[in-house]
């Protein structure tokens, strides 16, 4: 159970273009999505946080006009990167919690991950 | 302010040696930790997770951790290292006073040498 999954696996763009990437939670409904960014050899860092129905919640220093963040159902959010720049091509992971089991903990399930490249 | 520090960015172990990759925390209020592996390209796997219940947590693929309040560490060990350890491993705090939200260590690569 808690399954996640992410579409598309990788990408490759051309500069000036938009992108986007779905988040799916697959056995679970989940009320709260994250999304984060990883660069090559380097921890994830959290760009925000999705919740079913309202805006995302976005972390210091992310451009909320440039990362468009949309969590219209209980099972999907989607993230798309708009005007895409080299300089955004990193692996970006999203992750969901399971309201269902936040009465033993606030563990979050990580999807498989989107390898972006802009070229 | 949550923090984690993992202190070794890489560690090589020989096959069928132990594990130990190292971590440690600060959190202002009872933390949940957590071990998380990402193999090459992949997506994170939970490995075990501290529930503030039992401070000797058993994890997957014979992975445990402690968690040792007065030193404020949750380092992972493992008695004998596999080829398929390999990989990524990060430390992850959360805690009520930021509403769960995750903070990651910045990673120790695991290498096996057969």
Not at chain 2, 2 to 21: A, F, M, Y
Not at chain 2, 45 to 73: D, H, R
Not at chain 2, 93 to 114: E, K, R, W
């Amino acid at each position: 159970g808690a399954v996640v999954s992410q579409h598309p696996s990788w990408v490759i763009c051309k500069s000036g273009t938009s992108v986007k990437i779905e988040c799916r939670s697959l056995d679970f409904q989940a009320t709260t999505m994250f999304w984060y960014r990883q660069f090559p050899k380097q921890s994830l860092m959290l760009m925000a946080t999705s919740n079913e129905g309202s805006k995302a919640t976005y972390e210091q220093g992310v451009e909320k006009d440039k990362f468009l963040i949309n969590h219209a159902s209980l099972t999907l959010s989607t993230l798309t990167v708009t005007s895409a720049h080299p300089e955004d091509s990193s692996f970006y992971i999203c992750s969901a919690r399971d309201p269902g089991r936040l009465v033993v903990i606030d563990e979050q399930f990580f999807g498989p991950g989107t390898r972006l490249t802009v070229l | 302010a949550q923090s984690v520090t993992q202190l070794d960015s890489h560690v090589s172990v020989s096959e069928g040696t132990p594990v130990l990759l190292r971590c440690n925390y600060s959190s202002s209020y009872s933390p949940s930790l957590f071990w998380y592996v990402q193999h090459p390209n992949k997506g994170l796997q939970l490995l075990l997770k501290y529930t503030s219940a039992a401070t000797l947590v058993k994890g997957i693929n014979g992975f445990e951790a402690e968690f040792k309040k007065s030193e404020t560490s949750f380092h992972l060990t493992k008695p004998s290292a596999h080829m398929s350890d390999a990989a990524e491993y990060f430390c992850v705090v959360s805690d009520l006073d930021t509403g769960n939200q995750f903070y990651f260590g910045t990673g120790t690569s695991l290498t096996v040498i057969p």
